[in-house]
């Protein structure tokens, strides 16, 4: 899969369109309405037209999350319209990119979750085929989720201790998982220890996967409407926090020894610093897009900004971060010094 280029809007695109919210990664190139293919230099609003390339494509991982992508989309339509190479955005599982960040068939990511980082992936830092390049600017906090709405109702379900309550738990509860309360998973490829902080805190709750976030994203918006509870694997910065009104609801104080041992986690998520890696063949490909890769950096706020276009309104993220780029030159020529 990672020699493979997608062109697509992903699945949360696809999905939350039709309801008004959407996402997804795609290619730098844009269609206008006569069919013609705009370039991303006039896309973006960057230049008249793009710095004569030339140099080697950079493969650009987008994950399965409209961050992701969004990251992904400004960092290739400025490297084609700025630096002259050509830049693909390649969606790709988070769990499968680090072989070809090794292996130089993928060039860089530039959103990675610290505490997602698995032993297997590590092994390529460690071996240094895949270098870090610093962090990304931006925040991020894996968590359990539910509705205001169930909290106001409910004030003791703010904490996990509610949830160990058997009569709390059945108001979770569905035809798939009897008495127990349903605990709604995202994509199973994602890093999640929900099983473990389950079973570990003896909490009368199974976890369903949802298989992916646009149809998390569905059946919270279902839930919602219905003002029906739902307790949710989700994380910031979203744009349905906000839109859905969503608590993070609070577990044991995460610490380093609680997730020394996957099997034994019984805490928290860890707050992320976002991070961005590359393939350690990247400096000698194209070192002016590693040293520009380097700088980039989009905050929180950036990623808020942006966020609910794509996720509510249902924008393309190329086009989202088009906009971005035509508004916050001050921010990204910055990036370009000593080109």
Not at 77 to 90: K, R, S
Not at 105 to 134: K, M, R, T
């Amino acid at each position: 899969m990672k020699h493979r280029i997608w062109i697509v809007l992903s699945a949360l695109a696809l999905v939350l369109a039709a309801c008004g919210d959407g996402g997804g990664a795609t290619t730098t190139g844009a269609a206008g309405e006569d069919g013609a293919t705009t370039t991303a230099a006039e896309a973006a609003g960057t230049t008249e037209a793009p710095v004569e390339g030339g140099g080697e494509t950079i493969n650009i991982v987008a994950n399965p999350w409209t961050a992701s992508a969004l990251n992904a989309e400004i960092a290739a339509q400025l490297i084609e319209a700025e630096l002259g190479n050509p830049a693909e955005v390649v969606a790709i599982d988070e769990n499968t990119m680090f072989t070809g960040l090794s292996d130089g068939s993928l060039d860089v990511v530039l959103e990675v979750w610290p505490s997602g980082v698995v032993a297997e992936e590590q092994a390529f830092i460690d071996d240094g085929s895949v270098v870090n390049i610093g962090e990304l600017g931006a925040i991020g906090k894996i968590g359990w989720f539910t509705p205001q709405y169930v909290i106001d109702e409910h004030p003791e379900l703010a904490t996990w201790e509610g949830y160990a309550d058997p009569a709390n738990a059945a108001l979770f509860a569905t035809a798939e998982t009897g008495d127990q309360g349903r605990f709604l998973g995202t994509d199973p490829s994602y890093s999640q220890y929900d099983e473990a902080i389950i079973a570990n805190l003896d909490l009368p709750f199974q976890v369903v996967f949802s298989g992916s976030e646009a149809s998390t994203v569905a059946e919270l918006d279902a839930r919602v409407a219905a003002e029906e509870p739902i307790l949710m694997y989700w994380w910031t910065p979203t744009a349905a926090v906000a839109q859905y009104d969503l608590v993070n609801v609070l577990l044991p104080e995460y610490n380093e020894e609680c997730y020394s041992d996957p099997a034994a986690i019984d805490c928290d998520y860890p707050e992320d610093v976002l991070t961005k890696y590359a393939s350690a063949q990247l400096a000698e490909k194209a070192p002016n897009v590693q040293s520009f890769l380097e700088k980039f950096t989009i905050t929180t706020e950036d990623q808020l900004g942006m966020l609910p276009a794509v996720e509510i309104e249902g924008q393309d993220a190329a086009d989202v971060a088009a906009q971005w780029i035509a508004d916050h030159e001050d921010v990204w020529s910055a990036w370009l010094a000593d080109q």
